[in-house]
């Protein structure tokens, strides 16, 4: 009745903002990410028929109001009967700031919780509930370039390659949580941005552009794409009613760090989430090139770095 497993944040490239249908968080877009290596969320999850509520510590303190999403997870994975959860979470990154750590928290809870419950449910259905809490943990179920297919009643999730060797480094700007959440910001572009439409009509196709970069190895080509997807992405938050501008000063200097390294021949490009972190994807032999000059913008207040990583697993007692 007691498991621990480990998830990895993922990035998107070619994102995820907007839902099909809000109660059950179905995304109106498909998406595609990089799961990362270096950067984790563990969860342990205890079931116990003496406990009356679920409790949650994260970090090693109470984390009360995470409890309704995590014991509605809890009772997605297994059942609303099921004994209440001591669940402990470990996470080695700024949580709510941009990072994805929902994503990686709640991959890594379906997985700690079925391991506990014995469920036997496979990647996909875990995937599927991770994905019905937090829309992009279900890319965390897997690994390296994950592909993730939005349909009218449930999602498809899949792993193009893990061969790749691109590398991710983090420009952390500021480390504080966000003040509009990802799921919030989604509801109100949608109902006010007047760009939403033709996000939605256009993802199809930025979709297929990055797949035929990944599959022929072409960085220029997924760059290019990426960079593009993800300035629209942003277009809606901050042309939303009222407006959502996750940067700040300091990613918009990083972007002119990266347009800088572009344009000495090194191989970079640039995405943003839903918060102020720049992340800047490479080829491995630029890695050091980007982090020092990235590292060296004013206002940045750390570096992090990692390569593609595993999907959520199960860690091993001890």
Partial sequence: MRATAQAQPNIALIK?????????????????SLTLETLWTR?????????EADRLQLNGESAN????????????????????AAVTSECNFPIAAGLASSASAFAALVVAASEAAATGSDTLTLARIAGAVSGSAARSLYPGIVLLTAGDKEIRVETVTSDWPLELVVAVTDESAKAVGSGAAMLRSAATSPFYAAWVEQQAQDIVTALDAVRERNF???????EHNCL?????????????????????SCIQTVRKLQADGVPVFFTIDAGPQLKAVCLPQAVPAVAASLEATPG??????????????RLSPG
């Fill in 220 to 226: 220029s080509a997924l760059a290019a794409v990426a």
């Fill in 232 to 252: 629209k992405m942003h277009s809606l938050t901050w042309t939303s009613r009222p407006p959502v501008v996750y940067w700040n000063e300091v990613t918009m």
């Fill in 16 to 32: 995820y903002w907007g839902k099909r249908d809000a109660e059950r968080n179905l995304p109106a877009v498909g998406s595609l």
């Fill in 300 to 313: 940045v207040r750390r570096i992090l770095q990692s390569g593609l990583g595993a999907g959520a697993h």
């Fill in 43 to 51: 969860m342990t999850v205890e079931f116990d028929r003496d406990l």
């Fill in 65 to 84: 109001d995470m409890l309704p999403r995590i014991s509605r997870c809890l009772d997605l994975v297994a059942g609303a009967d099921r004994a209440r």
